[in-house]
């Protein structure tokens, strides 16, 4: 049994994460300010921490006595970084450093930061694999791409394991259609259960690689515990397959709208064979699936046209 902090362990993923690991036998530490997560969402059975990573010597303690460390906490959203670009870079670049350097400082063996696919921005070639230059499009993708910087340096540097996984777009039950972590399919989901159209940006031919939250906690605990990583390696973890919004809108049902395209990739495509070898890690949720489960969890029937029909 391992003891392991989480950070963020209030929010979707982290929650997840926070679950399968007390599943698994292990002690967990929860560190999050409760600002895009929940109480509502944070096990009981893991100890809570209510200490944000913007403050280096209150979060201090939370680190004492840990094995690892999961470091998902960031404000998640594009948007949000463009309007209040000094908040982001404060929890996002900032707080990532305060959290490699309490673990330095602790002991931790391992540090897995939850890193994004914002980082590459526009590519041209498909799938994208780690090596591809990156030009992200936002203050959040360059602040990802930072995170992951100094994760390899403080491996480099003062021999902290570390591991950073690139997301591509995740989705899955807990997922929010509003705030940081909003996701397409939890707005596609809101508005169905609403009897709403679907709103879909742009023209909806940009495409998607949507891995399922269940998929990726498994990369996280892998992660944590292989062998072949702990020395600054990113990786991509997605479904290595992708949808267009329009054919996500069709498998979820419903009229659609049109609003204004904003600043994002059009594409994203995960190369995960880097995953695939260093981590023996596969997606094993079907895209079809998953959709299947939240319409069932949301009570709603599988749509029987094949396509959405234009409001």
């Not at 063996?109 to 230059?133: H, K, L, N």
Request: proline share 5%; aromatic share 8%.
């Amino acid at each position: 049994m391992a003891h392991y902090l989480v950070t963020g362990g209030a929010g979707f993923i982290g929650s997840h994460l926070v679950r399968a690991l007390l599943a698994a036998g292990h002690r967990i530490r929860i560190l999050d300010n409760l600002c895009t997560g929940t109480r509502e969402q944070c096990v009981p059975e893991a100890e809570l921490c209510t200490e944000d990573i913007r403050r280096f010597d209150a979060i201090l303690p939370a680190f004492d006595g840990v094995d690892g460390v999961f470091h998902l906490a960031a404000l998640p959203s594009v948007q949000h970084s463009l309007e209040y670009p000094r908040e982001s870079h404060a929890v996002n670049v900032d707080g990532t450093l305060h959290v490699l350097e309490a673990a330095r400082r602790s002991g931790v063996r391992r540090v897995v930061f939850s890193a994004s696919s914002a980082a590459y921005g526009d590519q041209e070639i498909m799938p994208i694999c780690e090596t591809a230059s990156l030009a992200p499009k936002s203050p959040y993708g360059l602040h990802k791409w930072i995170g992951e910087e100094y994760a390899r340096t403080y491996a480099r540097c003062f021999g902290l394991e570390t591991v950073s996984l690139r997301y591509f777009n995740v989705y899955g039950h807990g997922m929010r259609a509003e705030g940081a972590y909003s996701s397409v399919i939890a707005i596609f989901l809101e508005r169905r259960v609403a009897g709403a159209a679907l709103t879909i940006t742009g023209d909806g031919t940009q495409t998607r690689d949507f891995v399922h939250v269940r998929d990726v906690v498994r990369a996280n605990m892998l992660a944590m515990t292989s062998p072949n990583v702990g020395r600054g390696e990113v990786m991509n973890i997605g479904a290595g397959k992708h949808w267009s919004v329009h054919a996500v809108a069709a498998k979820i049902g419903g009229p659609v709208t049109y609003v204004p395209a904003r600043l994002e990739p059009h594409d994203t495509l995960a190369d995960i064979h880097r995953a695939q070898q260093l981590l023996d890690w596969r997606p094993e949720v079907d895209f079809d699936d998953g959709i299947r489960e939240l319409l069932a969890l949301h009570h709603l029937p599988v749509p029987t046209s094949p396509t959405a029909v234009s409001a």
